[in-house]
């Protein structure tokens, strides 16, 4: 097992841009795990049992997983594209982050599958995918 780094500095299509370069890895049998969250503000998360998610974290849940079934990865990794929505999900970068990674390493006959989604305490997704061929659609 190898941990990666990843630099909150640099933009989201740097990081795409390495994970791409990465793509060697999965020829060699190399399996790719992220660890993040697709919304996570938390300043803005709700305690309360039962809270009900924000319009805009849905929205951008949303908008996230629609551009991952069609495979819209330019989308997915610019901050400018993903507009206000984008901004109150991903108020700091290190929990989106990871899913570039994963996605940059898709091919295209790669199934697609939600593994887990839902957005906890308001502003949490936890939105999960797995990738890859002989997956289940």
Do not use: C
Not at 60 to 86: K, Q, Y
Request: net charge negative; aromatic share 6%.
């Amino acid at each position: 097992m190898v941990q990666l780094s990843i630099d909150g500095t640099q933009p989201l299509a740097y990081h795409y841009g390495l994970a791409k370069s990465l793509s060697a890895l999965r020829d060699e049998g190399v399996l790719v795990v992220g660890s993040g969250n697709v919304v996570h503000n938390l300043p803005m998360a709700m305690r309360a049992e039962g809270a009900e998610p924000f319009t805009w974290a849905t929205r951008f849940n949303d908008s996230v997983r629609s551009r991952l079934i069609a495979h819209d990865h330019a989308w997915l990794a610019n901050m400018a594209a993903l507009g206000e929505d984008g901004s109150m999900s991903i108020p700091t970068p290190e929990h989106y982050l990871p899913l570039l990674y994963v996605i940059a390493l898709r091919r295209a006959d790669d199934s697609l599958q939600f593994i887990v989604d839902g957005i906890e305490m308001g502003s949490i997704s936890m939105m999960s995918v797995a990738l890859g061929a002989g997956l289940p659609n």
